[in-house]
């Protein structure tokens, strides 16, 4: 059948050889996906990944990336999210009904904070938060209605490194999901799902997710999210909501996170070399009360980070607490002054960024372990330590100005 012009440019015949193999996977984008019939329509399915349906349901691109982050977090499936806040917020929705319990630690990633108290609430789900670094406090608030625990190792500010062992058992045997945001640890640091290997039956977590758009993209250009677990019938239960919801995640978004993810562990390591010289070299400044970087053997939690993390993974993060004889303005103009260290949120992308924080108004109670003053958190980027050193070295002349 002659075709119009039009017609024949759209419905055009010409198939490109099959067989191109190349560094990097090709990426697919669609919302229609063709069915040969309608048997073939009636009869796909999604859910296992054997087949495709609609582009919000996978397509090669998200499987891919999906199979890769298993392969990152020693999990067993895993669903992409369009943000890592979207991937907290789908764990609570799949997880969580009417009159269930969601703890969280004290020193939660604050957005998953007000998740639970502007929107949890409103669905009848409560919360309670918990001190990350007191077993007893948790192990006190777990109740009848505790569906859901929260995990972060290290806290994302103040760097306490739980105990992520005595927790994760804690919660097993009182029956209860524990869902850790993996973003810190990358599935580099310590393995989740496996926290004591070696042993017959393995120890881990129930849930992992990340905010890829920190190590896995690598870039400061993206964002998205992932759920992973071990279980299948678990995973059907996000997998299920993460549909019902529509999330979806852009196919080119999905390319930048593939390419980025094969230097992964050489980037994790380069960020934790500069951040630990750091963080080592501001512990000898007078204007800092304290350091906070699990490595050092002075912050909260360090027995723990070195009972469970590889020792040369620490990540990109430290915080300073600035001695409290400094005025906010003070504060203020040191963070200002410095050059190199960008101020914005997020981290693990190539440029150093810096974050002052208002420790007083996000937490319950000041953590034990923190001294008093003001914490300006550091995310090291890729830059060479020395000028990182010099550019907070000057701010410095700065703040005692
Ligand atoms: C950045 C971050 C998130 C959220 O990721 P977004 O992609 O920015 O939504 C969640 N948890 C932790 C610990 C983070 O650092």
Redo the contacts with the bound molecule.
């Keep these: 059948m002659d075709k119009k012009p039009p017609t024949a440019l759209i419905h055009h015949p010409y198939r490109p050889p099959e067989g191109f193999d190349a560094p990097q996977p090709g990426i697919f984008k669609a919302s229609s996906v063709f069915f040969p019939n309608v048997a073939a329509m009636r009869s796909r399915e999604w859910k296992d990944k054997t087949a495709y349906t609609y582009g919000l349901h996978g397509t090669p691109s998200s499987y891919t990336l999906e199979e890769r982050l298993c392969t990152l977090e020693g999990g067993l499936q895993c669903v992409l999210a369009p ?4 991937a ?1 917020a789908l764990v609570a929705l799949a997880l969580l009904r009417s009159g269930d319990e969601v703890l969280l630690p004290d020193n939660v ?1 604050e ?2 904070k007000s998740l639970a108290e502007a929107e949890l609430r409103n669905w009848g789900i409560s919360h309670r938060f918990y001190d990350p670094m007191n077993l007893a406090d948790l192990e006190a608030k777990l109740s009848e209605k505790t569906r859901l625990v929260w995990l ?1 190792a290290a806290g ?1 500010v103040t760097l306490e490194f739980p105990d992520l062992v005595g927790m994760v058992r804690l919660c097993k045997a009182r029956g209860v999901w524990t869902a850790l ?1 993996n ?2 640890g990358a599935g580099i640091a310590f393995q989740a799902f496996d926290l004591l290997p070696g042993q017959p039956t393995p120890l881990g977590v129930d849930i992992a997710t990340q ?4 190590y896995p993209s690598g870039g400061g250009d993206v ?3 992932s759920v992973t677990t071990r279980d299948p019938a678990l995973h059907m239960r996000i997998k299920l909501t993460h549909m019902r919801l529509g999330l979806n995640v852009g196919a080119n978004d999905v390319e930048l996170v593939l390419r980025a993810l094969p230097s992964i562990y050489l980037r994790y390591r380069a960020h934790d070399a500069s951040t630990r010289a750091l963080a080592v070299w501001c512990q000898s400044q007078r204007e800092f009360a304290q350091v906070l970087h699990p490595a050092l053997p002075g912050s909260p939690g360090h027995a723990y980070w070195r009972g469970l993390c590889t020792s040369d993974a620490a990540a990109c993060l430290f915080s300073v607490v600035i001695d409290a004889r400094f005025s906010q303005v003070q504060v203020d103009a040191f963070v200002d002054a410095l050059r190199l260290f960008r101020l914005a949120y ?2 693990a992308g190539p440029i150093s960024l810096v974050v002052p924080y208002d420790l007083a108004r996000s937490r319950g109670r000041w953590p034990v372990q923190v001294a008093a003053g003001t914490v300006v958190r550091f995310a090291v980027g890729l830059e060479d330590p020395q000028d990182l050193r010099a550019d907070i070295e000057q701010a410095l002349a700065v703040l005692r100005a």
């Design positions: 943000s890592g806040l979207a907290l990633y957005p998953n972060e994302s945001d973003t810190w905010a890829l758009t920190k964002l998205m999210g997020s981290w």
